[in-house]
């Protein structure tokens, strides 16, 4: 019954109010989730290199651009934690732990003395609370993708999915607004002193909030069906390697192609590389970041827009047009942003971000639609936290090596596009499963492999 639009697993309807509910908690989830993630990116490309890394070396915004990466070798671990335990316990208790985590990292962050006062204690300080963030970003997108997608009607789960999605871009604008804001209220050696503080401080206020929203809302349907009929794989994530492992490998590099490029504002690179001092540009930070928080709006509206049409079109198509998109803001950014202009700044990342929601709206509906009922949420997690280390994790860090070692975003623009086409490659690898069964009734339907030229998985 869990298949039937507005239905519950026990056969009652579901009423919209029910449906608004989850759709507004799981924005607010991971928005906040995301938030939180992004505060740590733009802080180091503005002033976590000179706080922090700068007495480890020249390259101290390498380096602060690697401990970024860093954190996304443990996605995976937190995603085998999440995948288990979500699998087995249920999607809701873990959203609640990650949002905690999460929360609790970015506040310490907040309150951590810098390089100048304790030392090598401060960025080693720094990394550990960078990499609690990862465990929990790990784990969170995955129970959150399924709450969103496992309560909606069948026709309507690519709009439904879009929400924890568009969690991504709202996370950016808000972390870029309130930097933004606060480099305005404390400018200059105001910021550096104590201003950036201010939004890791503020994660406080939007955990609870986040917490709040999540505690009333019911869990999947499909979670509670396998739950009631004792159905719960005892080792999710064995099973899933066992039997998909080629699957978890082509869907993460979906992620993968979509990450790498999106990367270049929510890891950082495009506010150091447009505001260093000594830099070709060497643009005032508060306008870079309101129009890094102006693209974010261009991202979550075409993220939305994706999911809606994925509904219409399929999974495979949309992503598709949303990888020739994709490509042709690739190739569009640099120059734009190299001509020192706030306006073309801006330009450049709202072409670039078209693609990005394109390719990145339909991402819950598909994914979910992958894997069978009873390992979903290892599947999901798992697949997602191999794209983002093969992707985003050290995007930033390599565009930063690339422009060091040629003197052009020439090799940064080539490296993106590469990425995207990889990621072109693996849809393609797909059939589309559009409106396949969610439900444990159809374990077997699922079972069967989405990639073309194989008949089980």
Do not use: C
Not at 179 to 193: K, S
Not at 408 to 427: N, Q, R
Request: glycine share 12%.
């Amino acid at each position: 019954m869990t298949d039937q639009p507005g239905f519950t697993p026990t056969g009652t309807i579901a009423s919209p109010a029910d449906r608004r509910r989850v759709v507004f908690a799981t924005v607010v989830g991971t928005t906040v989730e995301w938030y939180d993630f992004f505060i740590y990116a733009t802080a180091v490309g503005l002033v976590f290199g000179e706080l922090f890394f700068k007495a480890l070396g020249a390259d101290s915004i390498l380096i602060g651009f690697a401990t970024v990466g860093i954190s996304f070798l443990f996605r995976p671990l937190g995603a085998f934690l999440a995948g288990h335990f979500g699998d087995r316990l249920g999607r809701k208790r873990v959203l609640m732990w990650t949002l905690i985590l999460m929360g609790a990292a970015t506040a310490l962050i907040g309150v951590l003395p810098t390089y100048e006062n304790i030392g090598m204690t401060a960025p080693i300080l720094l990394v550990l609370l960078r990499i609690l963030q990862g465990l929990s970003a790990g784990g969170e997108w995955g129970g959150a993708v399924l709450m969103a997608v496992e309560h909606a009607p069948k026709k309507k789960r690519g709009a439904f999915g879009a929400s924890p999605q568009i969690g991504v871009p709202l996370g950016l604008l808000l972390a870029s607004g309130v930097m933004a804001i606060m480099t305005a209220i404390a400018p200059g050696e105001q910021f550096v002193a104590w201003g950036w503080r201010i939004p890791f401080l503020l994660s406080v206020v939007l955990i609870l909030v986040g917490y709040y929203v999540r505690r009333n809302v019911e869990e999947s349907p499909v979670f509670a069906e396998l739950a009631e009929r004792k159905e719960k794989a005892r080792m999710p994530i064995v099973q899933l390697f066992r039997k998909h492992l080629l699957l978890v490998i082509i869907a993460a590099l979906v992620f993968a192609g979509n990450n790498a490029v999106g990367y270049m504002t929510t890891g950082g690179y495009i506010q150091n590389y447009s505001t260093d001092p000594e830099g070709p540009l060497a643009l005032d930070r508060g306008p870079v970041l309101w129009a890094v928080a102006g693209s974010a709006v261009t991202w979550l509206l075409s993220t939305l827009i994706a999911g809606f049409v994925s509904d219409r079109l399929g999974r495979r198509t949309t992503y598709i047009i949303g990888w020739v998109l994709q490509l042709v803001g690739v190739f569009a950014l640099f120059p734009l942003v190299n001509t020192g202009s706030i306006g073309l700044l801006f330009a450049g990342l709202a072409i670039l971000t078209i693609g990005l929601g394109f390719t990145y709206g339909p991402q819950a509906a598909l994914y979910t639609e992958l894997f069978p009922a009873s390992i979903r949420f290892s599947g999901v997690s798992i697949s997602y936290a191999i794209g983002a280390i093969a992707g985003g994790a050290f995007a930033p860090t390599i565009a930063t090596a690339l422009v060091k070692s040629t003197g052009t975003t020439m090799s940064v623009t080539w490296y993106l596009a590469g990425m995207t086409v990889i990621g072109l490659i693996a849809t393609l690898l797909l059939r589309d499963r559009s409106g396949i069964p969610l439900g444990p009734d159809h374990e077997e339907e699922q079972s069967v492999s989405p990639i073309y030229g194989l008949a089980k998985a």
